[in-house]
């Protein structure tokens, strides 16, 4: 049988850009070389598409050949007779045009979690892993997604948004806003990931300059209620019957779970499954079912929760659409601990993507006859 052809797409202009590095190189690693031939394909920092001759994402990124991404071309004409990365610029003989069967994005953050890559991916007619362009972009807006679980009866933790607009212009009235919150508080951008942007509010003069760092991210901005609370995360991987994985904890030491505590400071600790009873944990796992279907997903999620210390209440913090891939990362564990190891999870995410191209086939385009 010929082998899959994978075109797969890291990098991108986001912050979470080394973060996609460390991921592809993971996935890569993994796939199986028997089944896939994989195209490394890298978005720099500009946004310009690398293909990699070589064998590293890293290497893609510093010494690719640009290209670009292509739908199929007419039958018998010129171009790819499939969705294809085409080779850049002129002069000389151009390289051939390189056919993708799928594409796995494994972009974190914005221009790659938030609909727009999968806009791209879609427009070009290429199946590709992961939600699809409305699935991404509301998961990746907090104050949509938020309002899209409450009106699913999903519980979320109190918020209220503010424009940047708002926060420069009339900062008295975004202040007497914010009292419907109360204080202690966490301020961030709706739009964003990795904790960029985020901080914990524990005194009034510091509201402002929160709301204000949280701008300087997106033009969006959250004041959330703090929960004192542990951190639950919940996998899921399907299409129309998607599956729960277990429960997993993160322990972060340090303040809240902030940048240096998800890649630096080496102390975060990741339970898999986590110490909570039985009861709990079906809680957990049921909840994130409903809230990737009310966020649209498709694919893969990591839905992330706290589990307030004092009620036991279980809240929603976010869906995460693309969420970090590399073999020590939370998602890939949670489903090696549900009976999904890393490689076995890649071609089931691979299947998933086709077999919802094969679905989207068959959507009818046509107007009906009159
Ligand atoms: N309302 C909240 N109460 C308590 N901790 C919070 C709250 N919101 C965020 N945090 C802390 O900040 C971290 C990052 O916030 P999150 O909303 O998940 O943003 P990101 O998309 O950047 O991961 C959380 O994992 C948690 O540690
Ligand atoms: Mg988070």
């Known amino acids: 049988m010929a082998k899959l052809r994978v075109g797969l797409v890291f990098g991108g202009q986001s912050v979470e850009h080394e973060v996609s590095i460390a991921s592809a190189t993971s996935i890569l690693r993994a796939l199986d070389p028997a089944r896939y031939e994989v195209l490394l394909v890298g978005i ?35 171009g790819a007779a499939a969705p294809a990365l085409m080779p850049a610029g002129s002069g000389g003989a151009p ?63 109190p918020w209220c948004t503010f424009s940047r607009a708002e926060i420069d212009a009339t900062p008295e009235a975004a202040l007497r806003r914010a009292a419907q919150i109360g204080i202690p508080c966490f301020a961030k951008p709706a739009n964003c990931g990795s904790s960029v942007g985020i901080s914990r509010v524990d005194r009034a003069e510091a509201l402002l300059p929160a709301l204000r760092e949280a701008a300087r991210y997106d033009a969006k901005v ?12 919940v996998g899921v991987v399907g299409n129309d019957e998607p599956v729960a ?47 990737f279907r009310a966020l649209e997903g498709r694919g893969l999620a990591r839905v992330d929760f706290f589990l307030e210390r004092s009620t036991e ?47 989207r086939r068959r959507v009818a385009l046509e107007a009906p006859e009159r």
Do not use: C
């Open 95 to 157: 390289p051939p045009a390189e056919p993708l069967d799928v594409v796995f994005p494994i972009v974190h953050g914005t221009g790659g979690e938030d609909g727009r890559l999968q806009g791209l991916l879609e427009l070009v007619g290429v199946p590709y892993v992961g939600a699809g362009v409305l699935g991404s972009a509301v998961q990746m807006d907090k104050d949509l997604a938020k309002r899209l679980l409450r009106d699913a009866g999903l519980p979320v933790v």
């Open 222 to 233: 959250l004041l959330e209620r703090a929960v004192a609370a542990r951190e639950l995360e």
């Open 44 to 78: 720099d920092r500009n946004g310009g598409w690398r293909l990699g001759s070589g064998t590293s994402p890293g290497e893609a990124l510093r010494s690719g050949r640009p290209v670009w991404l292509a739908p199929a071309g007419p039958p018998g004409g010129p």
């Open 313 to 359: 209440a279980l809240f929603v913090n976010e869906v995460n659409s693309l969420p970090g891939f590399t073999e020590v990362s939370m998602f890939p564990r949670l489903f090696e601990a549900s009976g999904l190891p890393y490689p076995a999870l890649l071609d089931r995410l691979i299947e998933l993507a086709l077999e919802h191209a094969e679905h």
């Open 245 to 291: 994985s277990v429960v997993g904890e993160i322990v972060p030491h340090a303040e809240f779970y902030d940048y240096r505590a998800k890649y630096r400071d080496g102390r975060t600790e990741l339970l898999v499954p986590a110490p909570v009873p039985e009861p709990t944990a079906e809680r957990a796992r049921s909840l994130a079912l409903r809230a």
